[in-house]
Nanobody, 116 residues
Framework: QVQLVESGGGLVQPGGSLRLSCTASRIIFSLYSMGWYRQGPGKQRELVAHIAYGGSANYADSVKGRFTISRDNAKNTVYLQMNSLKPEDTAVYYC??????????WGQGTLITVSS
């Protein structure tokens, strides 16, 4: 089965950094656009960052200048580098793949808690 597996979540202090990784299996990774979503307490799921198969990236206004999305097609992996983390970044973060023919896959989610 097609799978996305996230890693890198955890507890971090405000101002700290984390890097999330999402590794895909059983897909032609280079044909998929990839995204990171998050859902905080009492909030709807929102798009955090997106990177197309061609490499162009977009970010939510709340994370611009702090987060960077990148992909390594040779490793079937997409990354989210998160710097200057704030308590409001606390959420479950989900990896998402969008491919041809309306194919899409969600990861299981990983919890990031930003707290002292």
């Amino acid at each position: 089965q097609v799978q996305l597996v996230e890693s890198g979540g955890g507890l971090v202090q405000p101002g700290g950094s984390l890097r999330l990784s999402c590794t895909a299996s059983r897909i032609i990774f280079s044909l998929y656009s990839m995204g990171w979503y998050r859902q905080g307490p009492g909030k709807q799921r929102e798009l955090v960052a997106h990177i197309a198969y061609g490499g162009s990236a977009n970010y939510a206004d709340s994370v611009k200048g702090r987060f960077t999305i990148s992909r390594d097609n040779a490793k079937n992996t997409v990354y989210l580098q998160m710097n200057s983390l704030k308590p409001e970044d606390t959420a479950v973060y989900y990896c998402h793949a969008q491919g041809p023919l309306s194919l899409e896959v969600w990861g299981q989610g990983t919890l990031i808690t930003v707290s002292s």
